[in-house]
């Protein structure tokens, strides 16, 4: 109380060096809380700050970048194996188990609430399922990757064990720390300044500690849907089963290719031989 006086207007958030970082991962305006009525921008009216700031909402964004990438999945759309018509298939079947399981049940109480959870389930794979109702979910804010990027990240949860994507596996699990980092920053951040000011307004007129307490949302994740893939996880024994060719494609992530080696690679793995150990060669990239 003694010096807080002197320290108005400035505030953190005039950080150039936070918005930059915020803005290359992928937050948008639409996802960010109003600050005293005006845009985040108008905090930074020097013009090389300004320029800073525009160039990084130019430049396509980590989230942009690794949406595109998803996009690219293998196995996606493949004309031997559709994750998309494979995975709808099971989770029908998946839903139907918990069907049978909740009708067999012989308290009514119980079988009452299981069968509420079964609707709750198929409401909630629905989601991913069909195409357009995740489309309403992106404008509503709920979720932000495309259709088909969702499906690509959800493969590459399923079939993690696979070598080609355990290394995609990896950058999804580390795209999830970003934010679970960021955001616990910001709350460590929330928790000083109510231990230290209460509920009083921020030295930049902001509202304090109650603008700062919806920065820890969801919606300032990045990659909420990484997150939210849990979801949409099923039994091992209802994930559709790869085929042969797709096999292949997933255990190698480069081969040097020779005359018909992919036929005697592909003829090895139908006779469920073992595969060459050399063929697994680091991807120079």
Same mark, same amino acid.
């Given at each position: ?169 990896? !950058? ?6 970003? *934010?679970? $980092?960021? &955001? /616990?920053?910001?709350? %460590?951040?929330? +928790? ?62 480069? !081969? ?6 992919? *036929?005697? $690679?592909? &003829? /090895?793995?139908?006779? %469920?031989?073992? +595969? ?10």
């Amino acid at each position: 109380m003694e010096f807080r006086s002197y320290l108005s207007p400035a505030s953190g958030f005039q950080s150039l060096q936070f918005r930059l970082i915020e803005n290359k991962l992928g937050l948008t305006d639409k996802s960010r809380v109003v600050y005293n009525q005006t845009s985040y921008k108008n905090a930074f009216p020097v013009p090389n700050e300004q320029k800073e700031l525009i160039n990084s909402l130019e430049e396509p964004t980590l989230f942009t970048l690794i949406e595109r990438w998803l996009e690219r999945t293998p196995g996606l759309d493949d004309p031997d194996f559709s994750f998309y018509e494979g995975y709808k298939q099971s989770v029908a079947q998946y839903i139907k188990f918990l069907q049978n399981n909740a009708e067999s049940e012989p308290n009514p109480t119980a079988r009452q609430a299981a069968l509420e959870d079964v609707k709750k389930n198929a409401d909630t794979f629905r989601s991913i399922i069909d195409e357009k109702f995740h489309q309403q979910l992106v404008v509503r804010g709920e979720r932000r990757m495309s259709h088909r990027a969702f499906h690509g990240a959800l493969m590459i949860m399923l079939y993690r064990e696979q070598p080609r994507f355990q290394g995609p596996y990896q !950058v999804l699990s580390l795209l999830m720390d970003v *934010d679970a $980092l960021i &955001t /616990k920053w910001r709350y %460590n951040h929330l +928790i000083l300044v109510q231990r230290q000011i209460g509920n009083k307004q921020g030295t930049g007129g902001s509202a304090g500690y109650s603008y700062l307490r919806s920065t820890c949302s969801d919606r300032y994740k990045i990659f909420i849907d990484l997150f939210n893939l849990a979801s949409f996880l099923i039994p091992r024994e209802f994930i559709p089963k790869l085929t042969n060719e797709m096999k292949v494609r997933l255990s190698i992530a480069k !081969v040097e290719k020779t005359a018909n080696e992919d *036929d005697d $690679l592909l &003829t /090895k793995l139908k006779a %469920n031989d073992s +595969i060459p150990a050399d063929i697994f060669q680091p991807t120079k990239s």
